[in-house]
């Protein structure tokens, strides 16, 4: 069983930075797309970006330029850098692991961007 734990989520004035974090553990096998999600309030859960084992990265048009997603997979850690922030990049986000054809999810972790 996979788990993963996110962190770095927080309040920020629009305009500002903040850098997730999701490590996984207890994988007997590789990490294949790592991917980061959100949800807002009263809206679906949406992807942010994502990025494969071989390192391609794709981004929802809505952060495309302000957020960078990386991944240390000597760590099992997948980052998503968010610069820029605006208020309506205010939601949970979610961390999301394929592992085989599982996909496992973290527990969220709120951002709260101010105006």
């Known amino acids: 069983q996979v788990q993963l734990v996110e962190s770095g989520g927080g309040l920020v004035q629009a305009g500002g930075s903040l850098r997730l974090s999701c490590t996984a553990s207890g994988n007997r096998f590789r990490l294949n797309t790592m991917a980061w999600y959100r949800q807002a309030p009263g809206k679906q859960r949406e992807l942010v970006a994502s990025?494969?084992?071989?390192?391609?990265?794709n981004y929802a048009d809505s952060v495309n330029g302000r957020f960078t997603i990386s991944r240390d997979n000597a760590k099992n850690t997948v980052y998503l850098q968010m610069n820029s922030l605006k208020p309506e990049d205010t939601a949970v986000y979610y961390c999301?692991?394929?592992?085989?054809?599982?996909?496992?999810w973290g527990q969220g972790t709120q951002v709260t961007v101010s105006s």
């Open positions: 990025i494969t084992s071989g390192g391609n990265t």
């Open positions: 999301k692991v394929d592992v085989l054809f599982t996909a496992y």
